[in-house]
């Protein structure tokens, strides 16, 4: 099993400071990697997939990159909309693995 | 627009079988793979099962196979799971999700709004 592994796992941020998301694979993902966003009592929402895909719907902001093993999140400027819990997962590999989660929140 | 509409959730008792349901709707549902993320409370998001496009192919964590049994039904659009031998650790909301593509490969793109299932005497 490919285990997904998040830091830091809460992140404090004032709002329109940049915030950096990490993501690490056990073992190479290749770019089947997807970011989603949940929200307080909503299910989550596709933000990125392919590692740097943004879904439709999210503003440029939001940004992905990496491949293999190692995967950033950057929002550069966070809105009041963006405090949330942020989940990887990659679909390289069978079972599907979900990172425990970062947690965005106000500074 | 896409819509999944989970439903069947609800209190039951630990050894004792439920069967979720999620109507799918705004979309070629017998095109696409299905699955099914639960999340415990106050915990993170976990992957349960997926059924391929034509429903002939399932994929299932260790720590469901044998319990969990995904099914859908493409004329009715809608996908449903069937739980047995419950206990306590199954307690979490369930999501239904759509899949990218037909054989449960890719990225999961929409999401249903989930069911609680709460597994108690």
């Known amino acids: 099993e490919i285990v997904m592994t998040q830091s830091p796992a809460i992140l404090s941020v004032s709002p329109g400071e940049r915030a950096t998301l990490s993501c690490r694979a056990s073992?190479?993902?290749?770019?089947?990697l997807a970011w989603y966003q949940q929200k307080p009592g909503q299910a989550p929402t596709l933000l990125i997939y392919g590692a740097s895909t943004r879904a439709t719907g999210f503003p440029a902001r939001f940004s992905g990159s990496g491949s293999g093993t190692e995967f950033t999140l950057t929002i550069s400027s966070l809105q009041s909309e963006d405090f949330a819990v942020y989940y990887c997962?990659?679909?390289?590999?069978?079972?599907?693995?979900f990172g425990q989660g970062t947690k965005v929140e106000i500074k | 627009q896409v819509q999944l509409v989970e439903s069947g959730g609800g209190v039951v008792q630990p050894g004792r079988s439920l069967r979720l349901s999620c109507a799918a709707s705004g979309f070629a549902f017998s095109a696409y793979a299905m699955h099914w993320v639960r999340q415990a409370p106050g915990k993170g998001l976990q992957w349960v099962a997926t059924?391929?496009?034509?429903?002939?192919?399932?994929y299932y964590p260790d720590s469901v196979k044998g319990q969990f049994s995904i099914s859908r039904d493409n004329s009715k659009n809608t996908l449903s799971l069937q739980m047995s031998s419950l206990r306590a650790e199954d307690t979490a909301v369930y999501y239904c999700?759509?899949?990218?593509?037909?054989?449960?490969?890719?990225?999961?793109?929409?999401w249903g709004q989930g069911t609680l299932v709460t597994v108690s005497t």
């Open positions: 999700a759509k899949g990218q593509y037909y054989d449960g490969s890719g990225h999961f793109d929409y």
């Open positions: 059924i391929s496009s034509d429903g002939n192919k399932g």
């Open positions: 997962q990659q679909y390289n590999d069978w079972p599907r693995t």
């Open positions: 073992q190479s993902v290749n770019s089947y």
